[in-house]
């Protein structure tokens, strides 16, 4: 169509030369012509190109273009020419238009033309299929009520909004406000959806569509005989959609006696299946390792699939005021939920954490070969309280059932409490680590200082399972800011990005800000930030759901 | 226990008693007389006082009145609502009893305000922001007590559901144990933990009143939003008062009060019984159950089943009046037993089929009291009470039960989902109070008092008895905690102007508060290391009150002060398991300032208009908190600082005559979270947002109608309708998360209705009520739903 129209100007413009002519048929004039004709259209690709435009004409001429991404070359001549026209990028989802206008001027004629060009836009990309959901509390500390007044938030970011470092994340008048929906922020998140198990002392496990509007229930089932505590239960998801919960029939246990519970559950969707449920006889199973077995168990533990040979690996420790020194190690054939065996690993002194199953926090990782490497940790010596640790990494080798007492990580660092683990391929471990000492808080490793959750202590690292050399996150030549929050997992790995929050003294001028680590080349970015004054919980990539 | 403290205490004892001992006043004249209309009926409750000054008192049912003043001339003032007022200049040399008899004007206020207080107490009182519930007049249409104080502005009773269920009252923001109770100036608690004002004898009850804020120094309360007292009928005669009531949910309630005087000694009996049982099993609507056909959960009606409640008080109290020693002396005690099941946690989906509790108290206690004691115008009111109180939580079932009343085996108890409990709580309670008045003349007086009070606190479990180790909750330790508080407050008390129409309070109060502590455990985070292990701590408080009144319509008050909280032995010394102690916690302090406006209008002779507007602010510093660490559901109260609440609220009542009476309130509150920064100092997303699921709008329509000798000579009709409107609120912080999925509690609307007949003045009555007419479904907390449409009878018999 575009072609035609150009044509017809063409056309017409050489009738006009003839018009003019057949007025004066004494002098032997020979009339003014003038033709524009592109060789291939007008229609440029989005990366950008030449096209040719053929001049026909006895008169002098010039070109010029209206927008500064299309050139023409060259702009004046005189007579037949090859013209070439050329478009920059087009970085726009949007398509563009250029005019170039052609002036002439003959012996029997003068006047202009002009072509069009069209450059498509830059091809859309494809929707992402994840997005980040961001907890925050806020509330935590006051109130006149008797009955606390903690709201969690769960707000949703796209990953486009995440690394924009002008993006600021707020929750006035957006987001999935928990406690209103009755539910915990403790949760399993797995394809889009939160799980959760007798979410505020109800009787159901349920599942849960989370999004900036609230939250929805999709599913629920009541708990059958194995009756989970609140917020109290591991998890290990070994298969497509299904589930063991494991975790303390009581909601404490120190010094008292518990069954640890377990249950398979089947997300069918819409609604839930009860595999199978009973108690994990875990007090036969340490007979050898303590008289009498185990009684006391922790309320929660942690449990990790291995699919090569079927079992569920669950550590827990002794509760009992006679309880021996370390942890213990379950391996559970995951289609009968027998145990096929349990060590007692006495080269630490506890778990990084068990108090809510990896709900919250990551404190375990399998790497590419199926090795499991659990965060632990021992008292710093010559301290007053047991929770002033430093870290350490033991290892399951994959098909084994015991530790590899041969291998304890993170060994070359007498400081620095591991809260959090995230294994991003290639050896490659991002690591929360609370060290007060460290981040200028208490003047000697020993001093009980800055151990509060609510105080800067923490920082963050990558760490080389390899070379067993640890190395603090920086941006633009400087550490982050060091971060408060000892139940928080701030940490994200997808898709070779590590994405990283800071919850930093805000009286320095800082925010809590997203930083993203590419894995590949060890650069840093930073991102999007989130408002003044709330708790920075947790940072999630969830799966989009359709 | 400190010796020092005991020692202290001892002697102050010891000192007031042989100061009671000692030497009865001077000589003075008794006037007595009976106080009558034209026609030669009696009028009880005129005021009969001598003018300018603070003395006076108030007839009886009889119409006789009893006042001790100094003997020469003066003018006697008798007044009485309705009632034009009458001056008589008398000489008491020559004459001691005296009868008045007063013109009616026309109208008959039901003034729930100024009815049944003594001067003195007007005095004292007049400048503070106070409204008194008048319960005596009304006693027989009324069967719950909460509904009645409710209906007062600035107040806000949320219930959990049916008779004798958990409540809170809040008084101008501030509730819990912000709030002090008292029975005729005595701790509430005195008479056992079980007893509060959902099962307070109705019957035996004069007015109660509600002060708000600013508490008066005589009360010796460490109270740091208001208080609430409750004022006894103190009759001359002998009476029998029972009544008997019944009602939906199996409700039963019965009342027996009474008064003897023997006629050789002139020892007066007062004894007292008290029962009230419910089976509460009103229905409950939308509740889930599962179906397990479907695998679905289905949304179904149901009654409650486990609410059974049962209340019973026995008291006799035995004494001595118009004694040349004593003026009363009294001595009694008192048992009271309450039962009650537990239907639900703290959201309506986590039932309870088997969880109860258990409380009982036995009570001893005397009161004296003299008039003119040493000297004239020195009055002394001594009180001294012991109580032994004992409650037994049972958590022992395991099982989770579930709306259809069936349940599910399950290895953990119903409430706290540990082993089984049998939890005991043993909290004996010493009080002794001593309280001076002096009035120095007219328009001066001044008043002392002294208040101890020492509370232990013991838990016990003794599930081990009935169950096996393995069985039992190993995470409990037993604890005994002892803490003993002492206030001491003055007060002096001016009247200027002409007929004192300017009045003024000035007080100041010590609280003195004393801890033992043995643990020295977890000093990390007891904060003992920072302490020592024995404290006294003094911290002192006051304020101000003044009423001034420009003319009849229009009166202002104002009132001041700085009240202190004293922690109680929970918050400091933790629950031995999942709360730790803070020794290092420091007394709640606030800032309490009142405003207000009131007046009478009269358009005409029949109608009257009294109106009332008062302004609030509260400042609370080391607002004492729970926080809980979500990680191990372990808590620490700590000090939180500013908490601010800030309202208005207005009253007008219109009033035709004695027959009709229209009352409407309002009442507006802003709590906001005045805490800026967090505790890691960043500053607070939620600084100076109103703080979540508190009601902060509520209103109250109260139209009562009377028609008299309807049947008979000296019968009544009386019919009262009730409109209480509760705005919706959130649950949570209000700015944050989309808000139009955020939990509310809904808006409430609700409609009482009672229809009261007596007959033969009030000699026996019979009153029938409906509550919640419309059957609404009506919440206080979130989900908890409170009963339907609740129908009662009351029949009662008072006989003098």
């Given at each position: 169509?575009?072609?035609?129209?150009?044509?017809?100007?063409?056309?017409?413009?050489?009738?006009?030369?003839?018009?003019?002519?057949?007025?004066?048929?004494?002098?032997?004039?020979?009339?003014?012509?003038?033709?524009?004709?592109?060789?291939?259209?007008?229609?440029?690709?989005?990366?950008?190109?030449?096209?040719?435009?053929?001049?026909?004409?006895?008169?002098?001429?010039?070109?010029?273009?209206?927008?500064?991404?299309?050139?023409?070359?060259?702009?004046?001549?005189?007579?037949?020419?090859?013209?070439?026209?050329?478009?920059?990028?087009?970085?726009?989802?949007?398509?563009?238009?250029?005019?170039?206008?052609?002036?002439?001027?003959?012996?029997?004629?003068?006047?202009?033309?002009?072509?069009?060009?069209?450059?498509?836009?830059?091809?859309?990309?494809?929707?992402?299929?994840?997005?980040?959901?961001?907890?925050?509390?806020?509330?935590?500390?006051?109130?006149?009520?008797?009955?606390?007044?903690?709201?969690?938030?769960?707000?949703?970011?796209?990953?486009?909004?995440?690394?924009?470092?002008?993006?600021?994340?707020?929750?006035?008048?957006?987001?999935?406000?928990?406690?209103?929906?009755?539910?915990?922020?403790?949760?399993?998140?797995?394809?889009?959806?939160?799980?959760?198990?007798?979410?505020?002392?109800?009787?159901?496990?349920?599942?849960?569509?989370?999004?900036?509007?609230?939250?929805?229930?999709?599913?629920?089932?009541?708990?059958?005989?194995?009756?989970?505590?609140?917020?109290?239960?591991?998890?290990?998801?070994?298969?497509?959609?299904?589930?063991?919960?494991?975790?303390?029939?009581?909601?404490?246990?120190?010094?008292?006696?518990?069954?640890?519970?377990?249950?398979?559950?089947?997300?069918?969707?819409?609604?839930?299946?009860?595999?199978?449920?009973?108690?994990?006889?875990?007090?036969?199973?340490?007979?050898?390792?303590?008289?009498?077995?185990?009684?006391?168990?922790?309320?929660?533990?942690?449990?990790?699939?291995?699919?090569?040979?079927?079992?569920?690996?669950?550590?827990?420790?002794?509760?009992?005021?006679?309880?021996?020194?370390?942890?213990?190690?379950?391996?559970?054939?995951?289609?009968?939920?027998?145990?096929?065996?349990?060590?007692?690993?006495?080269?630490?002194?506890?778990?990084?954490?068990?108090?809510?199953?990896?709900?919250?926090?990551?404190?375990?990782?399998?790497?590419?070969?199926?090795?499991?490497?659990?965060?632990?940790?021992?008292?710093?010596?010559?301290?007053?309280?047991?929770?002033?640790?430093?870290?350490?990494?033991?290892?399951?080798?994959?098909?084994?059932?015991?530790?590899?007492?041969?291998?304890?990580?993170?060994?070359?660092?007498?400081?620095?409490?591991?809260?959090?683990?995230?294994?991003?391929?290639?050896?490659?471990?991002?690591?929360?680590?609370?060290?007060?000492?460290?981040?200028?808080?208490?003047?000697?490793?020993?001093?009980?200082?800055?151990?509060?959750?609510?105080?800067?202590?923490?920082?963050?690292?990558?760490?080389?399972?390899?070379?067993?050399?640890?190395?603090?996150?920086?941006?633009?030549?400087?550490?982050?800011?060091?971060?408060?929050?000892?139940?928080?997992?701030?940490?994200?790995?997808?898709?070779?990005?590590?994405?990283?929050?800071?919850?930093?003294?805000?009286?320095?001028?800082?925010?809590?800000?997203?930083?993203?680590?590419?894995?590949?080349?060890?650069?840093?970015?930073?991102?999007?930030?989130?408002?003044?004054?709330?708790?920075?919980?947790?940072?999630?990539?969830?799966?989009?759901?359709? | 226990?400190?010796?020092?403290?005991?020692?202290?205490?001892?002697?102050?004892?010891?000192?007031?008693?042989?100061?009671?001992?000692?030497?009865?006043?001077?000589?003075?004249?008794?006037?007595?007389?009976?106080?009558?209309?034209?026609?030669?009926?009696?009028?009880?409750?005129?005021?009969?006082?001598?003018?300018?000054?603070?003395?006076?008192?108030?007839?009886?049912?009889?119409?006789?009145?009893?006042?001790?003043?100094?003997?020469?001339?003066?003018?006697?003032?008798?007044?009485?609502?309705?009632?034009?007022?009458?001056?008589?200049?008398?000489?008491?040399?020559?004459?001691?009893?005296?009868?008045?008899?007063?013109?009616?004007?026309?109208?008959?206020?039901?003034?729930?305000?100024?009815?049944?207080?003594?001067?003195?107490?007007?005095?004292?009182?007049?400048?503070?922001?106070?409204?008194?519930?008048?319960?005596?007049?009304?006693?027989?249409?009324?069967?719950?007590?909460?509904?009645?104080?409710?209906?007062?502005?600035?107040?806000?009773?949320?219930?959990?559901?049916?008779?004798?269920?958990?409540?809170?009252?809040?008084?101008?923001?501030?509730?819990?144990?912000?709030?002090?109770?008292?029975?005729?100036?005595?701790?509430?608690?005195?008479?056992?933990?079980?007893?509060?004002?959902?099962?307070?004898?109705?019957?035996?009850?004069?007015?109660?009143?509600?002060?708000?804020?600013?508490?008066?120094?005589?009360?010796?309360?460490?109270?740091?939003?208001?208080?609430?007292?409750?004022?006894?009928?103190?009759?001359?005669?002998?009476?029998?008062?029972?009544?008997?009531?019944?009602?939906?949910?199996?409700?039963?309630?019965?009342?027996?009060?009474?008064?003897?005087?023997?006629?050789?000694?002139?020892?007066?009996?007062?004894?007292?019984?008290?029962?009230?049982?419910?089976?509460?099993?009103?229905?409950?609507?939308?509740?889930?159950?599962?179906?397990?056909?479907?695998?679905?959960?289905?949304?179904?009606?149901?009654?409650?089943?486990?609410?059974?409640?049962?209340?019973?008080?026995?008291?006799?109290?035995?004494?001595?009046?118009?004694?040349?020693?004593?003026?009363?002396?009294?001595?009694?005690?008192?048992?009271?037993?309450?039962?009650?099941?537990?239907?639900?946690?703290?959201?309506?989906?986590?039932?309870?089929?088997?969880?109860?509790?258990?409380?009982?108290?036995?009570?001893?206690?005397?009161?004296?009291?003299?008039?003119?004691?040493?000297?004239?115008?020195?009055?002394?009111?001594?009180?001294?009470?012991?109580?032994?109180?004992?409650?037994?939580?049972?958590?022992?079932?395991?099982?989770?039960?579930?709306?259809?009343?069936?349940?599910?085996?399950?290895?953990?108890?119903?409430?706290?989902?540990?082993?089984?409990?049998?939890?005991?709580?043993?909290?004996?309670?010493?009080?002794?109070?001593?309280?001076?008045?002096?009035?120095?003349?007219?328009?001066?007086?001044?008043?002392?008092?002294?208040?101890?009070?020492?509370?232990?606190?013991?838990?016990?479990?003794?599930?081990?008895?009935?169950?096996?180790?393995?069985?039992?909750?190993?995470?409990?330790?037993?604890?005994?905690?002892?803490?003993?508080?002492?206030?001491?407050?003055?007060?002096?008390?001016?009247?200027?102007?002409?007929?004192?129409?300017?009045?003024?309070?000035?007080?100041?109060?010590?609280?003195?508060n004393?801890v033992?502590v043995?643990?020295t455990?977890l000093a990390w985070i007891t904060g003992s290391n920072k302490v020592p292990s024995?404290t006294?701590k003094?911290?002192?408080?006051?304020?101000?009150?003044?009423?001034?009144?420009?003319?009849?319509?229009?009166?202002?008050?104002?009132?001041?002060?700085?009240?202190?909280?004293?922690p109680?032995?929970?918050e400091l010394l933790g629950?031995?398991?999942?709360?730790y102690p803070n020794l290092a916690l420091e007394p709640?302090?606030?800032?309490?300032?009142?405003?207000?406006?009131?007046?009478?209008?009269?358009?005409?002779?029949?109608?009257?208009?009294?109106?009332?507007?008062?302004?609030?602010?509260?400042?609370?510093?080391d607002?004492i908190?729970?926080?809980?660490?979500?990680?191990?559901?372990?808590?620490q109260y700590f000090n939180v600082?500013?908490?601010?609440?800030?309202?208005?609220?207005?009253?007008?009542?219109?009033?035709?005559?004695?027959?009709?009476?229209?009352?409407?309130?309002?009442?507006?509150?802003?709590?906001?979270?005045?805490?800026?920064?967090?505790?890691?100092?960043?500053?607070?997303?939620?600084?100076?947002?109103?703080?979540?699921?508190?009601?902060?709008?509520?209103?109250?329509?109260?139209?009562?109608?009377?028609?008299?000798?309807?049947?008979?000579?000296?019968?009544?009709?009386?019919?009262?309708?009730?409109?209480?409107?509760?705005?919706?609120?959130?649950?949570?912080?209000?700015?944050?998360?989309?808000?139009?999925?955020?939990?509310?509690?809904?808006?409430?609307?609700?409609?009482?209705?009672?229809?009261?007949?007596?007959?033969?003045?009030?000699?026996?009555?019979?009153?029938?009520?409906?509550?919640?007419?419309?059957?609404?479904?009506?919440?206080?907390?979130?989900?908890?739903?409170?009963?339907?449409?609740?129908?009662?009878?009351?029949?009662?018999?008072?006989?003098?």
């Amino acid at each position: 169509m575009k072609k035609f129209k150009f044509l017809a100007l063409a056309f017409s413009c050489l009738l006009v030369g003839t018009m003019f002519n057949s007025c004066s048929d004494d002098d032997p004039v020979v009339p003014t012509t003038f033709t524009v004709a592109p060789d291939a259209g007008t229609d440029i690709e989005a990366a950008g190109g030449s096209l040719n435009v053929t001049v026909s004409s006895n008169a002098n001429w010039t070109a010029a273009s209206d927008a500064e991404w299309l050139t023409v070359s060259p702009t004046s001549g005189n007579g037949n020419a090859t013209l070439t026209v050329t478009a920059t990028e087009n970085t726009d989802y949007e398509s563009r238009t250029a005019h170039v206008k052609f002036n002439f001027n003959g012996e029997t004629a003068s006047g202009s033309t002009d072509l069009t060009f069209t450059q498509a836009g830059k091809e859309k990309p494809a929707a992402p299929t994840y997005h980040f959901d961001l907890l925050a509390s806020v509330g935590a500390t006051t109130g006149m009520s008797s009955t606390g007044v903690t709201s969690y938030l769960i707000r949703s970011v796209e990953p486009g909004d995440l690394v924009n470092p002008n993006y600021s994340i707020s929750y006035t008048g957006i987001g999935a406000d928990i406690k209103s929906a009755e539910l915990e922020s403790e949760a399993v998140i797995y394809k889009g959806y939160y799980y959760e198990v007798a979410p505020k002392g109800n009787s159901w496990y349920g599942k849960y569509l989370i999004n900036n509007e609230g939250a929805t229930t999709i599913a629920r089932f009541e708990m059958g005989s194995s009756v989970f505590q609140t917020r109290k239960y591991a998890h290990a998801i070994i298969a497509e959609n299904e589930f063991v919960f494991i975790g303390s029939d009581k909601a404490s246990s120190k010094g008292s006696q518990n069954n640890i519970v377990w249950s398979k559950v089947k997300d069918n969707g819409t609604s839930f299946t009860l595999e199978g449920e009973g108690v994990l006889d875990l007090t036969s199973a340490t007979k050898d390792l303590k008289e009498g077995g185990i009684v006391s168990f922790s309320t929660s533990g942690l449990a990790k699939y291995r699919p090569s040979d079927n079992t569920i690996i669950y550590c827990f420790t002794d509760k009992a005021t006679d309880a021996a020194p370390g942890i213990y190690i379950a391996f559970i054939d995951a289609a009968t939920m027998e145990i096929k065996n349990v060590i007692n690993e006495t080269r630490i002194d506890e778990m990084a954490g068990t108090a809510f199953g990896e709900l919250q926090q990551d404190k375990m990782f399998m790497d590419e070969n199926e090795n499991l490497y659990i965060a632990c940790g021992n008292q710093i010596p010559e301290t007053s309280k047991s929770t002033q640790q430093y870290g350490r990494l033991i290892r399951v080798n994959k098909g084994e059932y015991d530790t590899d007492k041969n291998y304890l990580g993170f060994d070359k660092y007498d400081s620095g409490k591991i809260l959090t683990v995230d294994y991003m391929g290639n050896n490659k471990v991002m690591m929360y680590i609370q060290d007060p000492y460290y981040c200028g808080l208490a003047s000697t490793p020993t001093e009980y200082k800055g151990w509060g959750q609510n105080e800067f202590n923490s920082y963050y690292a990558v760490y080389d399972i390899a070379t067993g050399e640890s190395t603090e996150l920086t941006f633009d030549g400087k550490t982050l800011p060091y971060s408060c929050g000892s139940f928080t997992d701030r940490v994200s790995y997808y898709n070779g990005k590590c994405y990283v929050g800071t919850c930093p003294d805000e009286t320095t001028g800082n925010l809590p800000t997203i930083y993203i680590y590419d894995v590949e080349t060890g650069s840093v970015t930073k991102g999007a930030t989130l408002a003044s004054g709330f708790y920075f919980d947790r940072l999630s990539v969830v799966d989009n759901v359709n | 226990m400190n010796k020092r403290i005991l020692i202290k205490e001892a002697f102050l004892l010891v000192l007031l008693l042989i100061v009671t001992g000692s030497a009865w006043a001077q000589s003075q004249v008794t006037l007595t007389g009976t106080v009558k209309d034209n026609k030669g009926n009696v009028l009880s409750m005129a005021s009969v006082s001598v003018k300018n000054s603070v003395i006076g008192t108030y007839t009886n049912d009889d119409g006789e009145y009893e006042l001790k003043v100094k003997s020469g001339k003066l003018i006697l003032v008798s007044q009485l609502i309705g009632y034009e007022t009458k001056e008589l200049e008398i000489d008491t040399r020559k004459q001691t009893k005296i009868d008045i008899t007063l013109t009616e004007t026309g109208f008959n206020l039901q003034d729930v305000i100024v009815v049944g207080k003594s001067q003195e107490q007007q005095l004292r009182e007049g400048a503070y922001t106070v409204s008194a519930v008048d319960i005596k007049s009304i006693a027989s249409s009324v069967t719950n007590l909460n509904d009645l104080i409710s209906r007062s502005s600035g107040v806000k009773v949320r219930t959990e559901g049916g008779l004798g269920s958990d409540f809170e009252l809040s008084l101008n923001g501030l509730s819990g144990n912000s709030i002090r109770y008292f029975v005729d100036g005595l701790p509430l608690s005195s008479k056992g933990n079980g007893v509060n004002l959902s099962n307070f004898p109705i019957n035996t009850i004069d007015r109660i009143e509600v002060y708000k804020g600013v508490v008066p120094s005589y009360l010796g309360a460490d109270a740091l939003g208001g208080a609430i007292n409750i004022i006894t009928k103190q009759e001359k005669t002998n009476f029998v008062d029972a009544s008997v009531s019944a009602g939906s949910f199996s409700t039963y309630m019965a009342d027996f009060n009474s008064q003897f005087v023997l006629n050789k000694t002139g020892i007066i009996l007062r004894p007292q019984f008290s029962v009230n049982s419910s089976k509460n099993d009103y229905k409950v609507h939308n509740v889930e159950v599962w179906n397990s056909e479907t695998a679905r959960y289905d949304t179904v009606t149901r009654k409650r089943f486990h609410d059974d409640y049962f209340n019973a008080m026995v008291q006799l109290e035995a004494g001595v009046q118009n004694k040349k020693w004593a003026d009363q002396f009294f001595v009694g005690g008192s048992f009271t037993q309450t039962n009650k099941e537990i239907q639900t946690g703290t959201i309506q989906s986590i039932v309870y089929g088997k969880a109860e509790r258990k409380q009982d108290a036995w009570n001893i206690n005397m009161k004296y009291k003299k008039d003119n004691f040493l000297t004239e115008g020195l009055s002394l009111n001594i009180s001294a009470s012991h109580t032994w109180d004992h409650s037994l939580t049972i958590d022992t079932a395991y099982a989770r039960y579930n709306w259809n009343g069936g349940y599910q085996y399950k290895s953990s108890n119903e409430m706290t989902s540990r082993g089984r409990q049998y939890r005991h709580y043993k909290r004996p309670l010493t009080i002794i109070r001593a309280n001076f008045n002096y009035a120095l003349n007219n328009h001066h007086s001044f008043n002392l008092n002294y208040m101890l009070n020492r509370t232990g606190n013991k838990r016990y479990d003794t599930a081990s008895d009935y169950y096996p180790e393995s069985e039992i909750d190993g995470t409990f330790t037993p604890s005994e905690d002892l803490l003993s508080k002492q206030v001491l407050g003055l007060s002096y008390d001016q009247s200027l102007g002409k007929d004192g129409r300017w009045v003024n309070s000035f007080f100041l109060k010590d609280y003195i508060n004393h801890v033992r502590v043995e643990q020295t455990d977890l000093a990390w985070i007891t904060g003992s290391n920072k302490v020592p292990s024995t404290t006294t701590k003094n911290n002192l408080g006051g304020g101000v009150g003044s009423r001034f009144t420009i003319f009849e319509p229009l009166s202002i008050k104002l009132s001041y002060e700085r009240s202190v909280r004293l922690p109680q032995a929970r918050e400091l010394l933790g629950n031995g398991s999942t709360t730790y102690p803070n020794l290092a916690l420091e007394p709640e302090k606030s800032h309490n300032v009142n405003i207000g406006l009131f007046g009478n209008i009269q358009p005409s002779r029949k109608h009257l208009i009294y109106y009332e507007f008062t302004a609030f602010y509260r400042k609370v510093t080391d607002y004492i908190h729970l926080r809980v660490n979500e990680s191990d559901g372990t808590a620490q109260y700590f000090n939180v600082n500013d908490v601010t609440s800030k309202g208005l609220e207005g009253e007008i009542r219109y009033s035709w005559g004695r027959w009709l009476q229209l009352t409407g309130n309002l009442s507006y509150q802003e709590s906001r979270d005045m805490e800026r920064y967090l505790e890691n100092g960043n500053e607070s997303a939620t600084y100076k947002n109103r703080i979540p699921n508190k009601p902060w709008l509520y209103s109250n329509i109260d139209l009562t109608l009377n028609k008299y000798d309807l049947l008979s000579q000296g019968d009544r009709l009386r019919f009262n309708l009730l409109y209480q409107y509760v705005h919706w609120y959130y649950l949570t912080w209000e700015s944050y998360g989309y808000l139009p999925n955020k939990a509310r509690i809904p808006e409430q609307n609700v409609f009482n209705a009672s229809l009261t007949y007596s007959w033969q003045q009030e000699r026996y009555s019979l009153t029938l009520t409906c509550d919640n007419v419309f059957n609404k479904l009506s919440f206080d907390n979130y989900k908890l739903q409170k009963p339907g449409r609740t129908f009662m009878a009351k029949f009662r018999v008072y006989i003098r």
